[in-house]
């Protein structure tokens, strides 16, 4: 365990830093927390549900675009919506080779009573950020990534290990 010792003006700056990563993650988990108890499923699970109710008859490739993040993660995510019979992969229409999801009625009963998915809180609250702001963040983030050796790291969405099926209860609706 190596401490390094910090200015007065560092040590500050850490623990501001470290109190708001704190409540951002803090956030996060109420908002999936809220959809585990409500619906029975997981904050990444109602993501994907929700942006494809806004993007009916996307692939998963278009899905993984659509929630900005790894196409490998949205997949595994679709699996077990389809598993819970809320969406339905399909052929698609105009290219047979090509398969598409849709919300199932059950899937689309489910979103009526959904609070909002910690990725869709996420992505709107930054998309709200002046451009200079995302920048820095962005940057930011990064750098601390590297910093922590996680660079490498797939993103994947927020909360999916807890679309487990081990730590699902009865999908509600």
């Given at each position: 365990?190596?401490?390094?010792?910090?200015?007065?003006?560092?040590?500050?700056?850490?623990?501001?830093?470290?109190?708001?990563?704190?409540?951002?993650?803090?956030?996060?988990?109420?908002?999936?927390?809220?959809?585990?108890?409500?619906?029975?499923?997981?904050?990444?699970?109602?993501?994907?549900?929700?942006?494809?109710?806004?993007?009916?008859?996307?692939?998963?490739?278009?899905?993984?675009?659509?929630?900005?993040?790894?196409?490998?993660?949205?997949?595994?995510?679709?699996?077990?919506?389809?598993?819970?019979?809320?969406?339905?992969r399909a052929p698609s229409p105009t290219d047979?080779?090509?398969?598409?999801?849709?919300?199932?009625?059950?899937?689309?009963?489910?979103?009526r009573h959904a609070p909002a998915s910690p990725?869709?809180?996420?992505?709107?609250?930054?998309?709200?950020?002046p451009s200079p702001t995302r920048r820095g963040?962005?940057?930011?983030?990064?750098?601390?990534?590297?910093?922590?050796?996680?660079?490498?790291?797939?993103?994947?969405?927020?909360?999916?290990?807890?679309?487990?099926?081990?730590?699902?209860?009865?999908?509600?609706?």
């Open positions: 365990m190596g401490s390094h010792a910090l200015s007065a003006a560092a040590s500050t700056e850490v623990h501001a830093a470290l109190d708001d990563v704190r409540r951002l993650v803090q956030a996060l988990r109420r908002s999936a927390g809220a959809a585990q108890r409500q619906l029975g499923i997981s904050g990444a699970q109602l993501f994907v549900l929700q942006r494809l109710a806004e993007h009916p008859g996307a692939s998963v490739g278009e899905l993984a675009q659509h929630t900005a993040t790894h196409q490998s993660s949205v997949s595994v995510v679709a699996r077990r919506l389809i598993e819970r019979g809320l969406v339905l047979r080779r090509r398969a598409v999801l849709r919300l199932t009625p059950r899937g689309h009963a489910l979103l990725g869709e809180s996420l992505q709107a609250a930054l998309s709200r950020l963040l962005a940057l930011g983030l990064r750098a601390l990534l590297a910093e922590l050796g996680a660079s490498h790291l797939a993103p994947s969405l927020l909360f999916e290990d807890e679309a487990s099926p081990r730590s699902q209860k009865k999908v509600r609706p």
